[in-house]
C-alpha cells in the first residue's frame, strides 16, 4: 500500500512537471512577462547564462548613430540617401522565451529601437491578413489583376505574382519614392550602364534581396486593404496580441499617395534608407510568440495556420527563403548546430526574431554583431 502511494504521488509529480512545460504563457496587455527559471524549463541555467555574456560581449561594432551607420553600410550604392526617420539605438537586448516564460533578458527590453529588415515580416503578414479576408485571391495572383496604375505595366513586370514579391525573386523593374530598382544593392563589380542594362530574369527565377521591390509590395498591398499598413497591423495583429502603444511604422518623406481621396503614406519594408519598423524587444517577442503558437495568442487565431506553414515553405531559387522569413533549412544560410526547422526575421545590426514551434521557444536579439548570430543560437540550443 505505502509503495502504491509513492508510486502514485511520483506519476502525479511527472505528469505536473510536463503539464508545466507544455502550457504556453501570454501575456496580457500592459502585464509584466512572467519569468521561470531556465532549469524549470529543462534548460541549463549556466549555459544559458553563457549565451547572454556571448550576446552582451559581441555588440554590433559601428556607430549607434543609426543614420552614420546606414550611410556607411550601403556607401556603395548609387544614389543612396536617408529618406526616412533614423534614431540613435540602445546597447545590447534581448530575451529568451521558452512556452512563453521569460528564462533570460538582458538589456532595456522596453526601449523602442530601429529594427531594419525585421519589418519584412511584419510586412508580410500584412499580405496574410488581405488573403484572409478575400482581398487577394492567391498569392499565384498577378499583381497586375489588383494594382493598375502602371507600376505593373509591360510584358516583364506584368507577369509578377503576389508570392514572387513575398519570396524576393520577382526582379520587378521600375522606380518608386525615387529609388530605382538596379541601384539598390548593386553588384559590387561593373558599372551603373551595366546594372541598368542587365538582362531581365523570369519573376521566380533569380533571389535578390532588394528594398524597392520590397516597398513595391507594401505600395501594393495598401491599395488592396485600402488603409496605411500600420493601422492595419495594430487593428489585426499588434492589438490582439497585447503590443504596447510605443511602437511606429515609417515610410519615406515622400512615400506618400492619393487613396480614396486621402493622402495616405506607403511605409518601407525596412530602415535601409530610413523608416521601417521602430519597436521594442517586448513587443518583438510578443510577434514572435504569435508565430510560435501557429498564429494563434491564447483563443484568438489572429493568423491563419495555413499561412504559418506556408511561409516557411524554401523558395525555388532561395532555399533558405520564405515568405519574408530567412529558413534554417539546407542551404548557404543555416545555421550549424540548430535545428532545422527554426525561422527568423531578420535586420542590419543584428537584429533578429528567432522562432522554434517545435521547443517552444522565441529569441530576441538586438544590436548582435551579425557574423556572431550562428554561434549565439547554437550556444542557447546547447542549454536544451
Known amino acids: 500500500m505505502k509503495y502504491s502511494t509513492l508510486a502514485l504521488l511520483f506519476c502525479f509529480l511527472v505528469f505536473s512537471h510536463w503539464a508545466f512545460a507544455q502550457k504556453i504563457n501570454f501575456p496580457d496587455a500592459g502585464a509584466a512577462w512572467q519569468e521561470q527559471s531556465a532549469s524549470s524549463l529543462d534548460m541549463d541555467e549556466t549555459i ?4 547572454v555574456a556571448f550576446a552582451e560581449a559581441n555588440e554590433y561594432k559601428e556607430s549607434k548613430d543609426l543614420r552614420q551607420a546606414i550611410l556607411k553600410g550601403f556607401q556603395h550604392e548609387p544614389y543612396h540617401k536617408i529618406l526616412g526617420p533614423t534614431k540613435r539605438r540602445g546597447g545590447p537586448a534581448g530575451m529568451i522565451l521558452k512556452n512563453g516564460f521569460v528564462v533570460a533578458s538582458w538589456g532595456d527590453t522596453k526601449r523602442v529601437d530601429m529594427t531594419f529588415s525585421v519589418t519584412k515580416s511584419f510586412l ?3 499580405a496574410a491578413i488581405a488573403l484572409q479576408d478575400g482581398l487577394i485571391g492567391s498569392v499565384d495572383d498577378t499583381v497586375a489583376q489588383y494594382v493598375w496604375d502602371g507600376t505593373f505595366d509591360g510584358k516583364h513586370n506584368s507577369a509578377i505574382t503576389w508570392k514572387h514579391l513575398l519570396q524576393q525573386n520577382s526582379d520587378w523593374s521600375g522606380e518608386l519614392w525615387g529609388g530605382k530598382d538596379w541601384a539598390d544593392r548593386p553588384p559590387r563589380e561593373g558599372d551603373i550602364d551595366d546594372w541598368k542594362n542587365r538582362e531581365l530574369r523570369a519573376p521566380g527565377s ?4 532588394n528594398d524597392v521591390r520590397v516597398n513595391v509590395l507594401a505600395y501594393s498591398l495598401t491599395n488592396v486593404l485600402r488603409k496605411p499598413l500600420p493601422q492595419v497591423l495594430k487593428e489585426r495583429v499588434m492589438n490582439p496580441i497585447g503590443a504596447s502603444t510605443t511602437w511606429r511604422w515609417y515610410g519615406y518623406d515622400n512615400s506618400w499617395f492619393t487613396l480614396d481621396g486621402l493622402q495616405v503614406q506607403s511605409v518601407s519594408g525596412g530602415g535601409h534608407s530610413g523608416g521601417g519598423m521602430f519597436i521594442s ?4 517577442a510578443r510577434f514572435g510568440l504569435l508565430f510560435m503558437n501557429g498564429g494563434k495568442w491564447k483563443e484568438n487565431q ?3 495556420p495555413q499561412w ?11 532555399p533558405n527563403y520564405g515568405y ?3 529558413l534554417n533549412a539546407d542551404g548557404p544560410r543555416q545555421w550549424e548546430g540548430v535545428p532545422q526547422h527554426v525561422y527568423y526575421a531578420a535586420g542590419f545590426g543584428g ?12 529569441i530576441v536579439v538586438r544590436w548582435l554583431e551579425p557574423s556572431q548570430i550562428g554561434e549565439f543560437v547554437k550556444k542557447v540550443y546547447t542549454a536544451l
Not at 524587444?281 to 518583438?284: C, G, N, V
Open 308 to 318: 504559418i506553414d506556408e511561409l516557411r515553405q524554401s523558395s525555388t531559387p532561395n
Open 324 to 326: 519574408m522569413w530567412w
Open 206 to 209: 533569380v533571389f535578390e534581396y
Open 124 to 126: 508580410s503578414t500584412t
Open 48 to 51: 544559458v547564462r553563457e549565451a
Open 351 to 362: 537584429n533578429f526574431i528567432i522562432v522554434d514551434d517545435q521547443e517552444k521557444m522565441v
Open 281 to 284: 524587444t517586448e513587443d518583438m
Open 302 to 304: 489572429v493568423i491563419a
